[in-house]
């Protein structure tokens, strides 16, 4: 139990990470990843925070997700859930710096992508859940038979069209963001000595399983 306990604790951590860096890549004015450019459109269009955007698109992924049968795991649910209060609330403390020079602006982005990669190493490195876009595009390039780098582009180009006309933020860090996140995250994992390849993700239904043995062989424990 204390094993599930520290992975739980290293996945919370993971999403303070991501939610921190998504705020700083935004404090440098450089342009969001496209995701990010889809909820700040809607946060320009009908009043949502940043957060709130987040977490609407990510439980309307999911809901897609389930559609096609992509399983659900508890840090896929904690991922869309918490990724977005953490933005909403680390926007609210005011703690992250604006970048207002050139030189600022770059060593903000830097600091922000960093950030996020390490974070998502972490979260999906306990093998709790896919994050909601992870899976999304697991199940299309399941049903297309293309490339995870073709799909991925492809949803990341409709969020990020989406997100521009709504008003969201492009700029050269949109590109760089797509362009390297995958990258210092695959960067992480090799620091970290883990294989992504090898991580399987657990869904909801196997975490009750899990939970109800547990419960089971202490509950036999108690009666003797």
Known sequence: MKKEILKYVKLMSGLILCSFGIVSILNSNLGLSPWDVLNQGLNKQIGITLGQANIAVGFIVIFIGLYFKQPLGSGTILNVTFVGLFVDLFIYLDIIPVGNTYFQQALLFAEGITVFSLG????????????????????????????????????????????????????????????????????????????????????????VKLL??????NSIKATK
């Open 120 to 207: 998502s190493y972490m979260y999906i490195s306990t093998g709790c859940g896919c994050g909601p876009r992870d899976g999304l595009m697991v199940v299309f390039t399941k049903m297309t038979g293309f490339p995870l780098g073709t799909v991925r582009l492809c949803l990341e180009a409709m969020a990020l069209t989406l997100g521009y006309f709504l008003g969201g933020k492009v700029g050269i860090g949109t590109a760089a963001f797509s362009l390297t996140a995958g990258y210092i995250i695959q960067f992480f994992f090799k620091i970290f000595k883990d294989d992504v390849k090898k991580i399987e993700h657990r869904s909801i239904v196997s975490e």
């Open 212 to 217: 109800k043995a547990y419960l089971f062989k």
